[in-house]
């Protein structure tokens, strides 16, 4: 049982973690692609602007969430979803606008997108400085150690509070991404367009309101997904910038263009990437003495090694790709 234990530790849990942060940032991204058509490369950074915003207001305002007994970084988070959700709309009203006005073709959007990137890296580490910093500015960042009531157990299930707010919070997105897009006007509108943006424009939708309001969506995930994740780690200016990646994987994955494709492929790459890494031997340690003799148990029994995480995403990603090449959800439109 303590074998099991480390197991929900360690792969249950931390799964969850990293899939939960896959998933939010892979729907931003996907929304970006069904409705503008192009793969933007700054979502990453716009996710670590959101950390920023409420690392500042935090900084500000550092006993705002004693009041409501909850992190002050909680607290700050929808006004720093507001701001990162302005962000994107000046972004795509100062950038990416003029390039659709004149008509320019996806890869052309792409590179653009890469120099906001590092317009936005530049930026963040202006102000922030390139050291890491904890968005527990005046809290203490609770560890729940839960003893299981089993004889002979004395490994705890742990969690911390950063990762519950995670959990809470994804669950809450997923259901309001859902009825959103199933229930309003707007949200049909968006799946319109992402259908076929000429009809949709033809039909009297207003295309300019369409894509004002993804860009809010965007932002507004993308606060959410990099201020849990600094929450969970630690505020650094590239906080992001290296999980945009396996991001993107988990968008393809999912099915380019789907939301709900993009949630399940987070999940899908951020498991894959957790049973990679993880040492099977422990596992196998209470059946070591029913081993043979000639059958020595190895002390790590990985698959890869912690330094070669990175590949696991991309490996799961051809294999999807060549089982199913529109992904796990038929990909293309919402």
Do not use: C
């Not at 996710?47 to 935090?58: E, K, S, Y």
């Not at 607290?75 to 004149?102: G, S």
């Not at 930026?123 to 009531?149: C, H, M, N, W």
């Amino acid at each position: 049982m303590n074998e099991l234990v480390f197991f929900i530790n360690n792969v249950v849990i931390a799964g969850s973690v990293t899939g939960s942060i896959y998933a939010i940032g892979a729907v931003g991204i996907t929304l970006v692609f069904s409705i503008m058509r192009f793969a933007h490369f700054a979502h990453a950074d716009m996710m670590t602007f959101g950390a920023f915003m409420v690392l500042l207001l935090t900084t500000l305002f550092p006993q705002a969430g004693q009041a409501i007994g909850v992190p002050t970084a909680i607290v700050m988070l929808p006004l720093a979803i507001v701001l990162t959700a302005l962000l994107a709309v000046i972004i795509d009203r100062t950038f990416y606008r003029p390039l659709r006005a004149h008509g320019v073709k996806p890869i052309v959007m792409v590179i653009a997108s890469l120099g906001v990137t590092l317009i936005l890296q530049g930026l963040i580490r202006l102000f922030a400085g390139t050291g890491g910093q904890s968005l527990y500015v005046d809290d203490r960042k609770e560890i729940f150690r839960l003893a299981l009531p089993i004889e002979g157990v004395r490994m705890p299930v742990v969690i911390t509070e950063p990762q519950l707010y995670l959990f809470a919070l994804t669950i809450l997105a997923v259901i309001g991404l859902h009825f959103f897009l199933s229930r309003t006007r707007l949200g049909k509108a968006m799946r319109a367009m992402s259908d076929n943006p000429d009809l949709a424009r033809a039909s009297g939708i207003n295309t300019n309101m369409i894509v004002a309001v993804t860009w809010m969506l965007v932002g507004g995930l993308a606060a959410i997904a990099g201020t849990l994740l600094a929450m969970d780690v630690t505020f650094k200016p590239d906080l992001s910038f290296h999980i945009l990646l396996p991001i993107f994987a988990a968008a393809i994955v999912g099915g380019v263009g789907q939301p709900f494709g993009a949630i399940a492929g987070g999940f899908v790459v951020g498991f894959a990437e957790t049973l990679a890494v993880f040492n099977w031997s422990v596992l196998l340690r209470p059946f070591r003495d029913n081993l043979p003799t000639w059958l020595e148990l190895p002390g790590n029994l990985a698959f890869v090694g912690t330094e070669y995480k990175i590949v696991v995403p991309f490996f799961i990603l051809v294999a999807i790709l060549v089982w199913r090449p529109t992904g796990i959800f038929k990909g293309k439109v919402i």
